[in-house]
Every structure is written in structure tokens, then in C-alpha cells.
């Protein structure tokens, strides 16, 4: 289907303000661009290494959306300039000139998938995408490991050189028999690679509900056996828990239930192991053999001073998601945290680390 991108041009001072009137119109999914510089909460809510640099701020903002190509713009624009009139005394609406422009008939949600094909994620083990055959893989061997995945709105294709770092990490030091723990599963590959090396069960977590149910579908489309727990943002997994312990659970001092592992099989579930005390707890202390997180440097850091809790004796613990920029800083925080360090991994401006508890 074809819109027509509408954008008008304002100042900083009435973003707010334009939005709420174009919400009040019926007009939603307003993007907003300007050159305000990002706040220290802004950066940790991003979630990214290397921070975009802005210039200046001018004071200039534009607010675009999106209309049906048949609708009157004309009448449109007459109408927002109508409404906005109330407001030109006690606001600077600067230029409030509108752009017009129309977009491609295209499925702009699926249309990335023409890009996603098969590749090797390291010797012998290929990400393949669901909806792809794994012939298009020009060296694809019969004894090759396929993962096949589909990540919807999830993280994760497995194609950045951190996923490939983290694999290369599981397939090097995992062993048959361990329990694995993904931190930031993301849409579950680590933990679905892990199962396939032979780990004997897994646990998978992430802040993002929808990446924690991507994941258990993307067990299922491997074969591997997954359940989906829940949302602790409503206390509902440790309330089961609570309720439902069986002779597989195991009791903390606090009398909360740990999430029963279960053989050749991986629960995933969505809360925070650094905000949340009952998600830390039910989690479960000094009871995985191996846990890996690809998540980012900033989070890795404070991460490594309680992922050893969860870790038995001379586990280890796989992380990346870290820009070379900051390879240093985990680092230390890894040493700093009591782990050896055993291997560290680069791939081009990426690195990964093994470290043991």
C-alpha cells in the first residue's frame, strides 16, 4: 500500500505541543527529528555503544507521519495550521512549513527478509533463515548444524560479529551435559546453538517479553523443546512459582522458588537480573555450568558483578555485544569481579570474552 509522508517543520520549543495536537486530530506514529543533544538517561535508554553525533542545535525540529495516498492533503494542512493558530501567542511555531512526499508500495515490515539468507556462523554450523532453503549456501556441507531462525521483532539474526563471537566461544568451551544460562536472549540463538552443542537444558531471559516468546518459537522451529514463563512486571512467574513449587524447584533462604530446569529443554522467561531481586532469585544461585550474554559493554560490566552467583565453581561465562573502545573497561570489571580470564576473541571493531569464575 502507498502513504504519503507528510513532515512539517517547527521549532524544538513546540514539538510537544504539535504531537498533542496531531494526536488529538486522530494522526498517530508522529516521528520526531531535531538536534537536541542526548542526556545521560537518554543514553542508557538506547542501549548502544557508539552514540550518534549531532550537531548543533538549532532549535529546529520536524514532525512527520504518515496519511493514506487518497487523502486531501491540502485540506489536511489547512486544518493543522487551523488548530495550531490557538497556540501562536504563547508558543514559537517557527517556519511550520510542510513537505510532502510519497512512499514505495512495499511491505516495509517483511521487506528485510530479502536480505537475511544463509550463512555460516562458524566450521560446521550454518543460521538459516525460516522462510530460506539451506542450498543457497554455496558451501553448506549434509553434516553442517542448521539453526533455523525467525526472529519477527526480536534481536538477533545471528549474522553480527558478536553472535558469531559468542558461538564460536560455546562451540570452543561448551560440553556435553552443561546447563546453560543466555542472558538477553534476544531471539534465542545462543541458547538454541548451545542445545544443539549439546548442552543438557537452559534457561533464557531477557528485558524484552517479545524477544523471550520469539525465542521459544524459535526452539520449537529447531526442534528443541521450550516453554515460555511469563513476565515477572506483575510478579506472575515468582507467584507461580511460589504456588506451584515441586520436588524440581529449589528453595532459597527467602523461601522463593527457583525455576525448575528441566532435561534437553530451555525455559525462557523476561525480567531484569540487575534491577530485579526476585527475578535474581528465582534464577537460581551456583546452579549453571556455562552463561553467555550478547548484550553490550555497559551492561556487561555491571552484569559481571552478579553473574557469578548464578555460576558453579570454575563455570564460565561467555560475553560480548562489546565495541573494542571498551574492551578494556570489561576487563577490569571481569578481574575486578574475581574471574580468570581465558580467552579473549576479536572480530573486526567486536570482542568477546571467556572468563571463569
Not at 560479529?161 to 560455546?170: F, G, M, R, S
Not at 560490566?301 to 552467583?309: A, D, F, M, N, Y
Amino acid at each position: 500500500m502507498k502513504w504519503k509522508k507528510i513532515t512539517l517543520e517547527t521549532t524544538t520549543e513546540a514539538e510537544d505541543l504539535i504531537s498533542a495536537v496531531l494526536d488529538e486530530m486522530g494522526i498517530e506514529g508522529v516521528q520526531i527529528e531535531d538536534k537536541i543533544q542526548l542526556s545521560d538517561e537518554d543514553k542508557k535508554r538506547m542501549f548502544i555503544d557508539i552514540l550518534p553525533e549531532l550537531p548543533p542545535d538549532d532549535g529546529i525540529a520536524e514532525l512527520s507521519f504518515y496519511v493514506d495516498v487518497d487523502s486531501d492533503v491540502e485540506e489536511l494542512k489547512a486544518l493543522i495550521l487551523e488548530n495550531l493558530e490557538l497556540y501562536k501567542d504563547e508558543y514559537n511555531l517557527g517556519s511550520l512549513k510542510f513537505d510532502v512526499s510519497e512512499t514505495e508500495d512495499k511491505d516495509w515490515i517483511n521487506n528485510w527478509k530479502e536480505f537475511f539468507k544463509p550463512f555460516r556462523a562458524d566450521e560446521g554450523i550454518v543460521i538459516k533463515p525460516t522462510w530460506t532453503d539451506v542450498s543457497e549456501l554455496p558451501d553448506h556441507d549434509e553434516n553442517d548444524i542448521i539453526i533455523e531462525i525467525d526472529p519477527g521483532t526480536a534481536f538477533g539474526t545471528g549474522a553480527h560479529e558478536t553472535t558469531k563471537l559468542c558461538i564460536k566461544a560455546l562451540k570452543k568451551y561448551l560440553k556435553t551435559g552443561n546447563k546453560l544460562l543466555d542472558v538477553g536472549c534476544g531471539s534465542g540463538i545462543l541458547s538454541i546453538v548451545g542445545m544443539k552443542l549439546g548442552a543438557e537444558c537452559g534457561l533464557g531471559i531477557d528485558v524484552d517479553d517479545n524477544a523471550s516468546r520469539t525465542s521459544v518459537e524459535n526452539a520449537v522451529i529447531n526442534g528443541i523443546t521450550a516453554e515460555y514463563l511469563g513476565d515477572n512486571g506483575d510478579g506472575s512467574i515468582c507467584h507461580l512459582l511460589k504456588s506451584n513449587c515441586n520436588s524440581g524447584s529449589i528453595i532459597d533462604d527467602n523461601s522463593s522458588a527457583v525455576i525448575p530446569i528441566i532435561d534437553n529443554a530451555i525455559r525462557y522467561y523476561t525480567g531484569n537480573v540487575l534491577e530485579d531481586d526476585d527475578i535474581c532469585k528465582i534464577t537460581g544461585f551456583n546452579r549453571f555450568d556455562v552463561v553467555v550474554a550478547n548484550i553490550l559493554a555497559d551492561i556487561i560490566i555491571p552484569l559481571s558483578e552478579v553473574t557469578g552467583r548464578y555460576m558453579k565453581k570454575g563455570a564460565l561465562f561467555i560475553s560480548s555485544g562489546i565495541i573494542n573502545t571498551k574492551e578494556d573497561a570489561v576487563r577490569e570489571a571481569l578481574l575486578r569481579n574475581n574471574f580468570e580470564i581465558l580467552e579473549v576473541l576479536h572480530m573486526n571493531d567486536w570482542v568477546a570474552f571467556v572468563a571463569k569464575r
